[in-house]
């Protein structure tokens, strides 16, 4: 983490210097930080605000108005941006050494929306590189402990974001999921994560890792934080041609709150029935590896425990829970991670040591400066996946797997919509509660997860990824000293609703906070 103290006055008190003491103390524990540079963030501030593009006058007018009720509660805050979102000036890494010293030349839209309302990025935070892992362990500069037990990993492949908000060195920060890189870490570090619906923030900005399933997503220390963010940067951007603006009849973000919902329950148990029936259908030659696939997937007690307790407090607060199953999502993970990892190949693909990258300082031809700078430059789960995405891309396997993958991914979004109904109408339930993640935030080494495990655990938050739908993880309980989250997910545009949900349970379950927590604003 850089040392350099801000400068200047903006915005005041919360760039003290007892507060830069209090963020160098906390990275000294938790390194979640990569750059740490407030006077970077003025110049970008200043920048951002000297000008307004014209994507912001065709806007809706509710939205207008949502934008200027949050600009209201979140102006002069300070926030952080993981390092695969692009401010200029400050550091683009990705996590990886390849692009270890890069400085982007540019700003994302969903950072300028932020800068224009008055809040200044101060760092950029670590990640697993390029998006690309469940610990943020992967990244190729630095590992991030956990704010409630050093010990133990932050998530990813957001758990810088996720650690920063945990510690109170920001009251949010940006990150981005592929497959669950910000309610994972949200629920280990317990914070807020949303997941915004695919589209409903521009992703000019963020470094391509799968295209078609990541997005821009919020950590916040409370419900109304995220809301407040996502608020100033949803919305159509002319950058961004998959972005787009919500429709007239999607859920406000600000306005009447309905205090009962029909939420339905997708179980652990329920995920089991369905990985079960999958391996029955394998045979007995897919026996072994869905059978460990399921155990990775069955929640700890923990877990278990505190997801009990989530649904009867939202029982409890007047909301009518109802057990559904969906068979889809036992294809989840593979469905996933052939998408992914074919996407992960076509874009990573300029990393070359010629359009980006570093170069290594000799090469016999450009051949030879390609293997050099990737190999060098790659960790090994990157390189894992690339090969893996080239695999099933080749002639005569795209049938066999990419292709295949896509249609279970259209089931999967059929099965959601047969639920939570579509952006063009309501379905029979407004949200569905789920787990995270079957652990709460585990260790390294013996204590940890093997990669496969993590992997196949990813099956809880994965599927919104391939639905393309919004998710909101949120704190449930602490167990045993460790924060454990539960997630809602709900039609397109619908966050609204989601917000709604789990504003109501932190009104009435208030999130705790790691020991040497301290907020320096409201």
């Known amino acids: 983490m850089s040392d350099n103290s801000p400068r200047g006055e903006f915005p005041g008190r919360f760039l003290s210097p007892e507060y830069t003491a209090y963020v160098k103390a906390w990275e000294e524990k938790i390194a979640s930080f990569i750059q740490f540079e407030p006077a970077l963030g003025e110049a970008s501030l200043r920048e951002a605000r000297a000008g307004e593009p014209s994507s912001e006058a065709s806007a809706a007018s509710s939205i207008k108005e949502d934008r200027d009720h949050a600009a209201a509660l979140i102006k002069g805050l300070p926030f952080a941006v993981k390092d695969n979102i692009a401010v200029r000036g400050f550091s683009l890494s990705c996590g990886s050494r390849l692009l270890e010293g890069l400085a982007s030349p540019y700003t994302a839209t969903a950072v300028q929306r932020l800068e224009r309302s008055g809040c200044q990025v101060v760092g950029k935070t670590n990640l697993d590189e390029f ?3 469940s610990s943020t362990d992967n990244s190729g500069i630095q590992k991030t402990n956990n704010p409630w037990d050093t010990s133990r990993v932050s998530g990813g492949s957001s758990g810088g974001s996720a650690a920063a908000v ?9 990150g981005s999921d592929t497959g669950g890189s910000v309610r994972q870490p949200a629920s280990f570090c317990g914070v807020v994560g949303l997941k915004p619906g695919y589209g409903a923030v521009s992703r000019y900005g963020l470094v391509a890792y799968a295209s078609s399933l990541e997005g821009i997503g919020i950590l916040a220390d409370s419900v ?12 159509g951007d002319p950058l961004d041609q998959t ?5 007239p009849e999607s859920p406000r973000l600000y306005g009447e709150k309905k205090e009962s919902r029909v939420i339905g329950v997708l179980s652990a148990q329920a995920i089991a029935r369905a990985l079960a029936a999958a391996a029955d259908e394998a045979g007995a ?5 869905l059978a460990i696939a399921a155990q990775a997937a069955s929640l700890e007690p923990p877990v278990e425990r505190a997801f009990a307790l989530a649904r009867e407090r939202l ?3 007047g909301h009518t829970l109802k057990d559904i199953e969906i068979p889809g999502l036992k294809y989840g993970v593979p469905a996933y991670y052939t998408i992914a990892a074919a996407e992960a190949s076509a874009n990573l693909a300029r990393f070359d040591g010629i359009r980006y990258g570093r170069r290594p300082p000799w090469a016999e031809n450009p051949d030879d400066l390609i293997d050099k700078t990737r190999d060098t430059g790659f960790g090994s789960e990157v390189k894992l996946r690339i090969l893996l995405g080239t695999f099933v891309l080749r002639s005569g396997f795209q049938d066999r797997y990419y292709l295949r993958a896509q249609r279970i991914r259209s089931g999967i979004r059929k099965e959601f919509e047969s639920f939570l109904g579509s952006a063009a109408g309501k379905g029979p339930f407004d949200a569905i509660l789920m787990p995270v993640f079957p652990t709460r935030a585990f260790g390294r080494g013996e204590a940890g997860l093997s990669p496969f495990a993590q992997k196949a655990a990813d099956l809880y938050t994965c599927c919104a990824n391939l639905a393309g ?3 909101l993880s949120f704190p449930a309980n602490n167990e045993e000293g460790l924060p454990v989250g539960v997630q809602l997910l709900g039609r397109a545009f619908s966050e609204g609703t989601l917000l709604d949900i789990a504003e109501g349970y932190e009104a009435a379950h ?10 320096f604003w409201p």
């Open 131 to 133: 998006g690309m892992g």
């Open 166 to 174: 945990a510690a109170g060195l920001v009251p949010f920060a940006l």
């Open 224 to 235: 109304a934080r995220a809301r407040a963010v996502f608020a100033l940067m949803r919305g």
């Open 243 to 247: 972005s787009l603006d919500a429709p």
């Open 285 to 289: 030659s897919g026996d072994k590896a």
């Open 315 to 317: 029982t409890a607060l």
């Open 469 to 471: 739908l919004p998710a």
């Open 510 to 519: 208030p999130f705790a906070r790691p020991e040497g927590y301290k907020a």
